[in-house]
């Protein structure tokens, strides 16, 4: 099955520090990835369409300067948290549609997730 | 307005009964229907698509479509406690860059 890594699985930092994400499809080419998080015992929350080669679309309510996205391949994404602080702490998770269809339209498969503790 | 719509929960079912859950959806334009599971903690995993009316049968999970009435429901024969988790429906459209529109998820305990 369709494989997606992301790294690192937790981070703790202090507030002001900036931290960033990856997500890999290793097993096949993802032009669009999404970036997600979710509160505890929330539903999950998309804050951005990740599109390989273009600008990143963000949801409304998501400050596109706070978290930065960068799609440069067809397998890898980024997700920078900038300035990190106490409100940011959430999980974060990844997600690729597999661009060759193999297997079915508009699946997603979801990276473990990151879990971010800001000090 | 929800545009995807799953009762929360939780659904208590005894194990190796059937556990039914249901889902509707608000755009008739939908095309892709999912099913999710997601265990505390954890990042959501793929159980079940399905895109045409009728039913899927995938193991223990069945899906079943019924696009003239929105609705599309999950079936888990033979329940196990390992089946305990949070079943998120998500449904995606044509436009809208075809991105997932989640429902809240319904909470599902199967108890030994």
């Known amino acids: 099955g369709a494989v997606v890594s992301q790294h690192p699985s937790r981070v703790i930092c202090k507030s002001g520090t900036s931290v960033k994400i990856e997500c890999r499809s290793l097993?096949?080419?993802?032009?669009?990835m999404f970036w997600y998080r979710q509160f505890p015992k929330k539903s999950l929350m998309l804050m951005a369409t990740?599109?390989?080669?273009?600008?990143?679309?963000?949801e409304q309510g998501v400050e596109k300067d706070k978290f930065l996205i960068n799609h440069a391949s067809l397998t890898l994404s980024t997700l920078t948290v900038t300035s990190a602080h106490p409100e940011d702490s959430s999980f974060y998770i990844c997600s690729a549609r597999d661009s060759g269809l193999a297997g079915g339209r508009d699946i997603q498969y979801f990276g473990a997730g990151t879990r971010l503790s800001v000090l | 307005q929800k545009e995807v719509e799953q009762n929360s929960g939780p659904l208590s079912v005894p194990e190796g009964a059937i556990a039914s859950l249901n889902c509707t959806y608000s755009?008739?334009?939908?095309?892709?229907f999912f099913w999710y599971r997601q265990y505390s903690g954890k990042s959501p995993e793929l159980i079940m698509f399905i895109y045409s009316n009728g039913d899927k049968e995938d193991g223990r999970f069945t899906a079943q479509l019924n696009k003239a009435s929105q609705y599309v429901s999950l079936l888990i024969r033979d329940s196990q406690p390992s089946d305990s988790a949070t079943y998120l429906c998500a449904v995606t459209n044509a436009g809208n860059n075809r991105k997932l529109i989640w429902g809240l998820g319904t909470s599902l305990a199967v108890n030994p």
């Open positions: 990740s599109n390989e080669g273009s600008k990143a679309t963000y």
């Open positions: 755009d008739r334009g939908s095309q892709s």
């Open positions: 097993d096949f080419q993802a032009t669009t």
